[in-house]
């Protein structure tokens, strides 16, 4: 499968753990994001990468979330101290350069109790 | 970022007939306006977009028509079908930043 890919799949943690995802995009996308989805929800934007400089993060990702990108490539979104408002299906996708397509992965969904 | 609205959020409609999704936009120098559609239990997957320099784009069933001084686009499905139930998203571009979404439910 040469799509995006996210790993774990799933993923429960007790609250206040702390959690690590990673997100590997198509091969030669510059731009990545992030993506929390609850159900019956429309994906709510956390952030986006291009290259490796994270361009723009939402005012509503607190400061235990966060996000990297360093050799431009694959991506890792961090949430510590785990609450269980957390618990939601994170999504990634990246687009070509000077495309305008956004391709997704399957998603970590995460679980916190 | 760009931020879209998008109505209504839910839309019930029996099988033959046409739905329509509209999406309104704030930033007006956006040049590019997209639409997902949502399976249950699956990825957004990109449906059909529009750019700037055209009012409308059809593919089979499926429409968008933009209205740049009213800064709305909207979706148009013709002839629906029961598989074309699913949770339907406009988004905002580059920041890709989506709307709420519509459960459209295509009733048999």
């Known amino acids: 499968d040469t799509g995006v890919s996210q790993d774990p799949r799933h993923k429960i943690t007790k609250r206040g753990q702390n959690v690590t995802f990673r997100c590997d995009p198509i091969?030669?996308?510059?731009?990545l994001y992030w993506y929390r989805q609850t159900l019956g929800q429309g994906p709510e934007f956390l952030t986006y990468?291009?290259?490796?400089?994270?361009?723009?993060k939402s005012r509503l990702l607190s400061d235990r979330f966060s996000a990297e990108r360093p050799k431009g490539s694959f991506s890792t979104l961090e949430i510590q101290r785990t609450e269980q408002g957390d618990s939601a299906m994170y999504l990634c996708a990246s687009i070509r350069q000077g495309n305008t397509e956004a391709f997704f992965g399957q998603g970590t969904r995460l679980t916190v109790v | 970022g760009e931020n879209v609205e998008q109505h209504p959020s839910t839309l019930s409609v029996q099988e033959g007939d046409s739905a329509v999704i509209k999406c309104t936009y704030s930033d007006s120098a956006s040049n590019y306006f997209p639409w997902y559609k949502q399976e249950l239990g699956k990825r957004p997957q990109l449906i059909i977009d529009?750019?700037?320099?055209?009012g409308e784009k059809k593919d089979q069933r499926i429409a968008v028509t933009l209205n740049k001084t009213a800064k709305h686009f909207s979706l148009h499905i013709t002839e629906t079908q029961p598989e074309d139930s699913a949770v339907y998203f406009c988004a905002g571009h580059p920041d890709m930043r989506f709307g709420a979404g519509t459960r459209l439910t295509v009733k048999p």
């Open positions: 529009i750019r700037s320099n055209v």
């Open positions: 091969s030669e996308h510059n731009r």
């Open positions: 990468f291009q290259n490796e400089a994270q361009l723009e």
